[in-house]
């Protein structure tokens, strides 16, 4: 019986002709065309849930303007909303099977929307899918609507939908990193510039660090995710307006700012909306930021977890698993490289989605398609690896306090705690004597009888090496 089922078809027209439609499919012709040509990549519509949810609110705050005006009839109002809220219950999200990079600047996205709600609403009213006199994909779903202007929507919704998901993720990560700032907080260690023995601090302020750059990247994501609750719905095709009545753009909008709870705003220039992606470049590059300031994290905690033995070794990392097939007892540093190859991913996409949007030409940029999968794709893979460097690297850190508290000792760095008080002349010879000769700073300092060691303990404190201090301290003589 299931083999018949899958065998039945339903014949299906359009502007090209007529073609088979699995009678299972709640799809119809056009889609089934942009599943024929676009064998692209291994990413369709169907893997980004909040896009087709934001795609049936689209349809929906249309469907609601339409009806206000006169323009649907209450049982077809009733079977559209109905259609896309079952949608947005998780349902019939198998019946988006395109791919997300696609020709003709997303016309095969909004209609495979527009087709499988029409064909569920046909369900509804008691009729046959295809049956489209009744309620149809084009005329009703979407009536007052282009691609060009329900589709950017769409994206704007979902990326908006995204994007709150997005920080709950990113803050969890930064509030792992303040956790570890606050254990860590007591530890003494050298600072480094350059990869060179910089001046003391605690790997408490090392982790804090982390924290803070990484927070100071939440204002420019929620800034640029602002921008996509502005939106172009009653442009159509170019930004005229065509096809869709007087005040349809306004009830549209005021239904989508109701049905989100969002202050959705209409574009004061449809025409120059409709061609520009310029919020979708805005996100990208401020995911791009935090990818290069996670970056730069992962690759700190590699150098500071480096070793066991012939490294830095301030910090262990947790083993998650062996690393080599030939080096018996070798832990690599599995989860932070993950997190740097999702960061060059992310960095790759700002690329095309910058390129994609300098494309744009005349009234349209027929390259939003890629730059939509590009975003949306770059958001969920953060996301990843965000939960994935918090549970599995983040939390599970310990530091060897002895080996930074030794690094501490043996530096020669610590002589610049002693420049306010002994000089950078004298800070300077101690320096190369230290180099030349092996000793110790502390050893040398009185050796010479520069300073007294009460003084000299005083200044090499931890707790006045890592802020700024005033110390009423005289050098014993001014120079060695």
Sequence with gaps: MKEEALKKTRIESDLIGSREIPENAMYGVQTLRGIENFRISKFHLNEYPLFINALAITKMGAAIANYE????????????????????????????????????????TNMNSNEVIANRALELLGHKRGEYQYCSPNDHVNRSQSTNDAYPTA?????????????KHFEELIDAFRRKAEEFKHIIKMGRTQLEDAVPMTLGQTFNGFASILHDEIKNLNFAAGEFLTVNMGATAIGTGITAEP???EKCVKALKELTGWD???SDDLVGATSDTSCLVGYSSAMRRVA????????????????????????????MQPGSSIMPGKVNPVIPEVMNQIDYKVIGNDLCVAMSGEAAQMELNAMEPVMAHCCFESADLLMNGFDTLRTLCIDGITANEDVCR?????????????NPVIGYKNSTRI????????????????????????????????????KPVKLDIKPNKPSV
């Design 247 to 249: 005040e349809y753009a």
């Design 264 to 266: 959705i705003k209409l």
């Design 292 to 319: 290069v300031k996670m970056n730069k994290i992962c690759n700190d905690l590699r150098l500071l977890a480096s070793g066991p033995r012939c490294g830095l070794g301030e910090i262990n990392l947790p083993a």
């Design 155 to 167: 994206i704007h919704i979902g990326m908006y939908y995204t994007h709150l998901k997005l920080m």
């Design 431 to 466: 320096a190369k004597e230290a180099l030349e000769t092996g000793k110790g700073v502390y050893e040398l300092v009185l050796e010479h009888n520069i300073l007294s060691k009460e003084d000299l303990d005083t200044i090499l404190k931890p707790e006045n090496m890592i």
């Design 69 to 108: 005006l006169g323009l649907l009839t209450e049982k077809q109002v009733d079977a559209i909303l109905k259609a896309c809220k079952e949608i947005l219950e998780g349902k019939h999200h198998e019946q988006f099977p395109v791919d997300m990079i696609q020709g003709g600047a997303g016309t095969t």
């Design 406 to 418: 030794r690094y501490v000792h043996d530096s020669i760095g610590v002589v610049t705690a002693l």
